[in-house]
């Protein structure tokens, strides 16, 4: 998922990095540009049905990371309720042990048993330790995932900026100079 989200975040610089080209170039080269009016409708027209798309690319980017989230906190729910009822059945399993052996009463047989279970405290310690950090691991893990949709995010609206910035300027471009409309000369 993050691959992804790095290739769409590179595809989208390089669509950035040539639409700066392109609003250099054609400020280099007005004439060109009014010579051929047609063109540059055709342009005008296909930017903006790209910042459709862009649009609509967003929205599902935000709804995959949204989905994304979801999933991973019913996993990570589920696996905690999942070591959660092996440690009360663990705990269920040593109780009855110890009432089996309380009604032995033999102090013997006691100590005997109880040397397995010496570390037992000690186990489930390691284990909540264990538990703990996956709860921290997971939380930075959707902090990072919560950075990347902000940075994604913002990527966007750089490129937005710069989309609606090369319109205004291929607008400018395309309307009739005052000497045209002296002249009454019709853009082609």
């Given at each position: 998922?993050?691959?992804?989200?790095?290739?769409?975040?590179?595809?989208?610089?390089?669509?950035?990095?040539?639409?700066?080209?392109?609003?250099?170039?054609?400020?280099?080269?007005?004439?060109?540009?009014?010579?051929?009016?047609?063109?540059?409708?055709?342009?005008?027209?296909?930017?903006?049905?790209?910042?459709?798309?862009?649009?609509?690319?967003?929205?599902?980017?935000?709804?995959?990371?949204?989905?994304?989230?979801?999933?991973?906190?019913?996993?990570?729910?589920?696996?905690?309720?999942?070591?959660?009822?092996?440690?009360?059945?663990?705990?269920?399993?040593?109780?009855?042990?110890?009432?089996?052996?309380?009604?032995?009463n033999v102090?013997?047989?006691?100590?005997?048993?109880?040397?397995?279970?010496?570390?037992?405290?000690?186990?489930?310690?390691?284990?909540?330790?264990?538990?703990e950090?996956?709860?921290?691991?997971?939380?930075?893990?959707?902090?990072?995932?919560?950075?990347?949709?902000?940075s994604?995010?913002a990527?966007?609206?750089?490129?937005?900026?710069?989309?609606?910035?090369?319109?205004?300027?291929?607008?400018?471009?395309t309307?009739?100079?005052?000497?045209?409309?002296?002249?009454?000369?019709?853009?082609?």
């Amino acid at each position: 998922m993050l691959q992804n989200g790095g290739e769409v975040a590179g595809k989208i610089t390089a669509l950035l990095g040539r639409l700066t080209g392109l609003e250099a170039g054609l400020n280099q080269v007005p004439t060109l540009v009014q010579q051929h009016a047609g063109t540059v409708q055709a342009q005008l027209s296909f930017f903006r049905q790209n910042q459709t798309e862009l649009d609509r690319l967003a929205r599902q980017s935000e709804q995959f990371m949204d989905t994304q989230y979801h999933e991973l906190s019913a996993v990570m729910r589920q696996r905690m309720a999942v070591l959660t009822q092996e440690a009360d059945q663990a705990a269920r399993v040593l109780e009855d042990h110890f009432q089996a052996l309380n009604k032995d009463n033999v102090y013997e047989r006691i100590v005997q048993y109880l040397s397995p279970f010496s570390e037992l405290p000690g186990q489930q310690k390691m284990l909540n330790q264990l538990q703990e950090r996956q709860a921290m691991q997971t939380a930075q893990a959707i902090q990072g995932l919560q950075a990347r949709l902000n940075s994604d995010n913002a990527l966007q609206q750089q490129l937005l900026h710069q989309v609606t910035r090369t319109n205004t300027v291929l607008e400018q471009l395309t309307q009739r100079s005052w000497l045209q409309k002296a002249l009454g000369l019709n853009k082609k």
